[in-house]
C-alpha cells in the first residue's frame, strides 16, 4: 500500500507511540527503537520481514489488527499502524490475498455445484417417484383390464358352454374351438347289425332329462359310418341325464321315396352315481324309443357295446 513518508520518517512518528500503546502491547521495556544489525539486513532479505519501530522482524501470523512478530530478542505482538511491509512481505501478503480470493471463489463455486448438484438431485427424486407412480398406475389400470377382460372371456365361455350343454357336436366344430369337456361315444358292436348289410344305417345319440324331454341337439353320424365317434357337450350332471343311444336306417320305398326307421336303443343315465364312464355293455331294446323309460313298453331285443367317455376337446 502506499506511503506518503518515508521509512525513516514512519519510524519517528510511530517512536512516541511505540513507549506507550506498542510497548504496552509488547510488554516489553524500550526506550529506544532497535538500530538494524547485521543479522537483521539477512533477516531483511526474506519475504516475510516487516519494519517496525523495533527493528526488522519476521510475521509469523496476523490476527485481525494484530502482527506475530519474531525478533532476534523474541516475539511479539505489534498492531499493524506500526507495521511497515517490505517489498517482499508486501508482495506475500499479495499473493496471500489472491489465493483467499481464488479459495473464496472456488468455494463459492463448489457451493453453488453443490447447490445445483442437490437440485438435480431432487429433481431425478421426484422424477422418479412420479415414474414409479406412472408405472404402478399403469400396472394397476393393465390388471384390472386383464382382470375385467378374463372376467369377460369366462363370462362368453360360461354363456357358451351354457348354450353348447348337451348339445352333439361335430369333428369339424371340436377342431374350432377348445377347452370343453365333451362325451365321446363310440359305438362298438350291436347284434342287430350285421357287418355284411351296413348299408342305409346311422347311429344317433340324444340327451333327455327325468321326464323324458330332450335336452339339446342330438349327434348323429354320417350314412353308414356308424362306428364313427360321437360327441355332445358335457353339462350339469346335478340332475338325471340319460344318454339315448339309437341304431337307425334309411330305407329306400321307391326310387325317390325314403324311410327313416328306428332299428333299437339303449340309454344310460351319466348322473348315476354307479356309472363309470368308458366301455359299457347296455341292452338294446325293441323300437319304438320311449325316452320315459316306461318298463311296460321296453322291450330287450340285443346287446350293443359301446365306449362312453368324457374327454377334453
Not at 510488554?27 to 519494519?51: F, I, S, W, Y
Not at 383390464?145 to 350343454?165: C, F, I, N, T
Not at 321326464?211 to 359310418?225: C, F, W
Amino acid at each position: 500500500m502506499p506511503f506518503s513518508h518515508t521509512l525513516e520518517e514512519r519510524i519517528r512518528m510511530f517512536g512516541g507511540r511505540s513507549k506507550s500503546r506498542s510497548m504496552r502491547k509488547l510488554n516489553l521495556v524500550k526506550e529506544e527503537p532497535m538500530e538494524t544489525t547485521a543479522g537483521e539486513e539477512e533477516v531483511a532479505q526474506a519475504q516475510e520481514c516487516v519494519q517496525t519501530p523495533y527493528g526488522l522482524g519476521h510475521v509469523m501470523d496476523k490476527d485481525e489488527e494484530m502482527y506475530t512478530v519474531k525478533f532476534n530478542f523474541g516475539t511479539a505482538s505489534i498492531h499493524e499502524d506500526v507495521v511497515v511491509p517490505t517489498d517482499g512481505i508486501a508482495k506475500w501478503l499479495h499473493e496471500v490475498q489472491l489465493e483467499k480470493i481464488n479459495h473464496r471463489a472456488k468455494l463459492a463455486q463448489l457451493e453453488s455445484d453443490l447447490q445445483a448438484l442437490q437440485t438435480e438431485n431432487e429433481r431425478l427424486n421426484r422424477d422418479a417417484s412420479a415414474a414409479r407412480t406412472e408405472a404402478n398406475e399403469a400396472r394397476i389400470m393393465m390388471e384390472a383390464k386383464e382382470k375385467k377382460a378374463k372376467a369377460a372371456a369366462e363370462d362368453k365361455e360360461k354363456r357358451m358352454l351354457a348354450e353348447l350343454s348337451w348339445n352333439g357336436i361335430s369333428d369339424e366344430f371340436t377342431a374350432k374351438i377348445s377347452g370343453i369337456s365333451a362325451w365321446k361315444i363310440s359305438l362298438q358292436s350291436c347284434e342287430l347289425v350285421n357287418a355284411n348289410l351296413m348299408d342305409g344305417k346311422y347311429f344317433a345319440a340324444t340327451i333327455v332329462n327325468e321326464m323324458g324331454t330332450i335336452i339339446g341337439r342330438s349327434a348323429q353320424s354320417k350314412t353308414n359310418k356308424i362306428q364313427e365317434p360321437l360327441y355332445i357337450v358335457s353339462g350339469s350332471l346335478e340332475e338325471p341325464r340319460y344318454l339315448f343311444l339309437k341304431l337307425k336306417q334309411i330305407k329306400s320305398k321307391t326310387n325317390m321315396v325314403y324311410k327313416f326307421s328306428e332299428m333299437g336303443y339303449s340309454f344310460v343315465d351319466l348322473a348315476d352315481p354307479q356309472f363309470t364312464p368308458g366301455t359299457q355293455r347296455l341292452r338294446v331294446f325293441k323300437k319304438p324309443v320311449d325316452y320315459t323309460r316306461d318298463p311296460k313298453k321296453m322291450k330287450a331285443v340285443s346287446w350293443m357295446v359301446v365306449d362312453v367317455s368324457l374327454v377334453r376337446c
